[in-house]
């Protein structure tokens, strides 16, 4: 018995262990890398696809365009797993074999703080899909973040809330530092705006049953749920909070607008309860004007490697990792250089806007034009670019409802409702 | 903290025990007779849903997903079992390699199903439940389906193994295969029906759990492994009576620490309370008494 009981816990580590692989689709030797350092499988596998869908269309236009200094971009995936256990691996592995790296799109927030640190030491810029707050005044140089912070997130959902006349809410989010790093602030703002939240406990995540939590929630008396959890723990939360009560208003966070959760939760709960109760908010990024015309073409034009691809057509963070891809190849045309040492320092030139500045939607725009001689200001499928001294670029939220099977614009909360409430 | 919640949780708690009883019991009837701790349990688990996602999705009914689950998981039990376990131990692998076999088992069918159905969250095509008001708590139809299931495999599983000459059988092969095979018993024979009826059970607690959770995925049983792997341990290794009051332990103390503390100690008040268990009587709750009342698998 003794044996068995020490094989079981033998196994278990074991089990565990194997878990800490990662994935890479590979890249030829003279192909520049772009890492999409994000979870691929896990609580958060839902992550990757979307980068996914943003790294490829930047690189399928700019190897058209005749590449970077002469050499083709590459997308690799690096499986993060959301957890830094695997993460930092991960990172290790990424920056001692893939000599060719010249930058990578994440990490998020379930890895961020394990991996920044290592990142940063290997040169490596990074755009990061992290909304840490921990970040907001971050000292790493190769740190760059075009999607707002987790704090702002909180905001715009309290703001919105608020607008809709709600008073009391319950806070449902996953026991995760990404999750979690949401509550803080929109406590606060929702509390200044007059509103209580009356639960907030974390959530243990991808439980067979959360009717006890449904229970203690509805004791409570909300009006509203904010929430960020995975597919799986929404969909088992909500069908049993609609079978057991009936739904209550859900507002989101923009994890909460990804294919997959949409796709999940309608099913649990059925699209008209959707349609009915649920918002997300997300960082405002209009489907229009060049810059996304351009994103979008390239994105349908790469099935072949993006499955779905429409999916992501309107997506925000799938336009910031597209937009990221961008910035770093005109940085290091700008710098005459593809050593991450040289060009990082070109990143924000190439984006500030500035008198005489050459405002270019696209990589090769942007190329021709320094080619020229010109500066130029990148303006990106997700709006303009401007890092203030943190390297941090944030803007406004919009609120979507999941109508007819996609993510339909309802309102917005402007940059400047966000910057009043969180002074 | 008000007895009305602390009562739901309770009830609530027997739901979650039902679906870990039906996997428990599965996987430490398995490991009680053949030795292989088989740590792709899980997978199983998740194929099995997979076929009756199939199933459901050809506008068959949920009861018939149930069924084709339960067999999909005891074939794929027998065949793996007969074509790569039994090779390995044959061969003299011991436990601790044929735990490395498992998870390399357990590690290509979870790939497998992700490179066959994608990374993406499924849900079984059914109607939607109805609620239902049973001594101040309210359930939905399917849970009261879930409970009543593994009620029902539970008493099939006591029959069998206390009154049919295969139980005997099985019970007399998990405490001396050696013994058994020289008394007539046909222990490959009984090895098969072993693995085929855990199987049988691993499909049928992978199905009623992504009818409870309704969005799963390719992970969604592997997952859930620790919590079956804490059952078996708690009621004793290889006690199919130890797993079942080891579900109702894990099942009920779980919902009631979520209500009492925080949903986010579901999962630690619970094993702290196995590792308490543990430390008092490391051979699980029921060892002792099965073995003295020879109710052991």
């Known amino acids: 018995m003794r044996t068995a009981v020490i094989a079981v816990g033998t196994a278990l580590a074991l089990a565990a262990l194997a878990g800490c692989a990662s994935s890479s689709s590979g890249a030829s030797a003279s192909a520049l890398v772009v890492g999409e350092f994000n979870p691929f499988t896990g609580p958060d596998a839902a992550f990757g696809p979307e980068m996914v869908g943003g790294c490829i269309p930047a690189v399928r236009l700019i190897n058209a365009g005749g590449g970077v200094l002469g050499h083709q971009l590459t997308c690799v995936q690096e499986d993060t797993r959301g957890d830094p256990a695997d993460a930092v691996p991960a990172a290790q592995k990424m920056i001692a074999t893939e000599s060719t790296l010249v930058g990578v799109l994440g990490p998020s927030s379930d890895e961020a703080l394990a991996t920044v640190p290592l990142l940063n030491t290997g040169h490596v810029p990074m755009f990061v899909d992290t909304g840490q707050a921990a970040f907001d005044h971050s000292g790493y140089p190769y740190f760059w973040r075009i999607t707002p912070a987790d704090d702002v997130k909180g905001y715009a959902m309290a703001l919105w809330a608020h607008k809709a006349g709600y008073t009391r809410a319950a806070a449902v989010f996953g026991n995760d530092a990404g999750a979690q790093s949401d509550v803080p602030t929109l406590v606060s703002a929702f509390t200044r705006l007059g509103g209580t939240i009356v639960y907030n406990k974390p959530f243990a995540l991808d439980q067979s049953s959360y009717r006890t939590e449904i229970e203690n929630i509805l004791a409570t008396h909300p009006q509203v749920i904010f929430t960020e959890v995975d597919p799986q723990t929404a969909s088992t939360f909500l069908s049993e909070l609609q079978q057991l009560h009936g739904m209550l208003p859900v507002v989101g966070t923009e994890v909460t607008l990804q294919a997959p959760w949409l796709k999940a939760v309608t099913g649990a709960i059925g699209a008209p309860a959707m349609a009915k109760y649920f918002e997300g908010m997300q960082p405002y990024a209009p489907a229009s004007g060049p810059a996304w015309a351009a994103y979008n073409k390239s994105l349908l034009a790469s099935s072949s490697q993006v499955p779905k691809p429409s999916q992501w057509s309107t997506d925000p963070y799938s336009m910031t990792y597209y937009d990221g891809v961008n910035v770093m190849a005109l940085a290091m045309i700008a710098a005459k250089s593809t050593d991450p040492k040289v060009f990082n320092a070109y990143i924000v030139k190439v984006t500030a806007p500035g008198a005489g500045k050459t405002v270019v939607t696209t990589f090769a725009a942007g190329k021709k034009a320094l080619q020229e001689g010109k500066q130029i200001q990148y303006v990106g499928a997700g709006g303009p670019i401007v890092f203030n001294r943190w390297h941090n670029s944030t803007g406004a939220f919009e609120a979507a409802r999941y109508l007819n099977g996609n993510p339909s614009l309802v309102g917005s909360v402007s940059a400047a409702q966000i910057a009043a409430i969180s002074r | 903290m008000t007895a009305s919640t602390l009562l739901a949780a309770v009830g609530f708690g027997i739901v979650t025990a039902s679906i870990l009883a039906v996997a428990g019991v599965g996987f430490t009837l398995q490991f009680g007779v053949t030795n292989i701790l088989n740590l792709a349990y899980g997978d199983i688990m998740t194929a099995s849903a997979f076929v009756a996602y199939l199933v459901t999705n050809a506008?068959?009914?949920?009861?018939?997903?149930?069924?084709?689950?339960?067999?999909?998981?005891?074939?794929?039990?027998?065949?793996?079992?007969?074509?790569?376990?039994?090779?390995?131990?044959?061969?003299?692998?011991?436990?601790?390699?044929?735990?490395?076999?498992?998870?390399?088992?357990?590690?290509?069918?979870?790939?497998?199903?992700?490179?066959?159905?994608?990374?993406?969250?499924?849900?079984?095509?059914?109607?939607?439940?109805?609620?239902?008001?049973?001594?101040?708590?309210?359930?939905?139809?399917?849970?009261?389906?879930?409970?009543?299931?593994?009620?029902?495999?539970?008493?099939?599983?006591?029959?069998?193994?206390?009154?049919?000459?295969?139980?005997?059988?099985?019970?007399?092969?998990?405490?001396?295969?050696?013994?058994?095979?020289?008394?007539?018993?046909?222990?490959?024979?009984?090895?098969?029906?072993?693995?085929?009826?855990?199987?049988?059970?691993?499909?049928?607690?992978?199905?009623?759990?992504?009818?409870?959770?309704?969005?799963?995925?390719?992970?969604?049983?592997?997952?859930?492994?620790?919590?079956?792997?804490?059952?078996?341990?708690?009621?004793?290794?290889?006690?199919?009576?130890?797993?079942?009051?080891?579900?109702?332990?894990?099942?009920?103390?779980?919902?009631?620490?979520?209500?009492?503390?925080?949903?986010?100690?579901?999962?630690?008040?619970?094993?702290?309370?196995?590792?308490?268990?543990?430390?008092?009587?490391?051979?699980?709750?029921?060892?002792?008494?099965?073995?003295?009342?020879?109710?052991a698998a």
């Open chain 2, 59 to 295: 506008g068959l009914s949920v009861w018939l997903a149930l069924v084709a689950g339960a067999a999909f998981g005891s074939a794929f039990s027998v065949l793996l079992n007969r074509f790569i376990y039994t090779p390995f131990v044959r061969h003299g692998t011991r436990l601790f390699g044929m735990i490395i076999v498992s998870i390399a088992v357990s590690l290509i069918l979870q790939n497998a199903l992700l490179a066959i159905f994608g990374a993406n969250f499924f849900s079984l095509q059914m109607p939607r439940p109805s609620s239902v008001h049973i001594a101040g708590m309210v359930f939905t139809t399917v849970q009261l389906a879930i409970i009543a299931i593994a009620l029902a495999a539970m008493l099939l599983i006591h029959l069998l193994l206390r009154y049919s000459k295969l139980g005997k059988a099985m019970r007399a092969t998990a405490t001396d295969p050696e013994l058994a095979r020289n008394c007539g018993i046909a222990t490959d024979r009984v090895i098969d029906l072993t693995w085929a009826l855990s199987g049988a059970l691993c499909g049928l607690a992978g199905v009623v759990l992504v009818m409870n959770v309704t969005a799963f995925t390719d992970t969604t049983g592997s997952q859930f492994l620790i919590p079956i792997v804490a059952v078996a341990v708690l009621g004793g290794i290889g006690q199919p009576y130890g797993a079942m009051l080891g579900a109702l332990v894990i099942g009920i103390t779980s919902e009631v620490a979520a209500a009492v503390f925080s949903p986010q100690y579901k999962d630690v008040v619970a094993f702290v309370i196995l590792v308490i268990v543990l430390l008092a009587r490391p051979q699980g709750i029921l060892s002792e008494v099965a073995t003295r009342k020879e109710v």
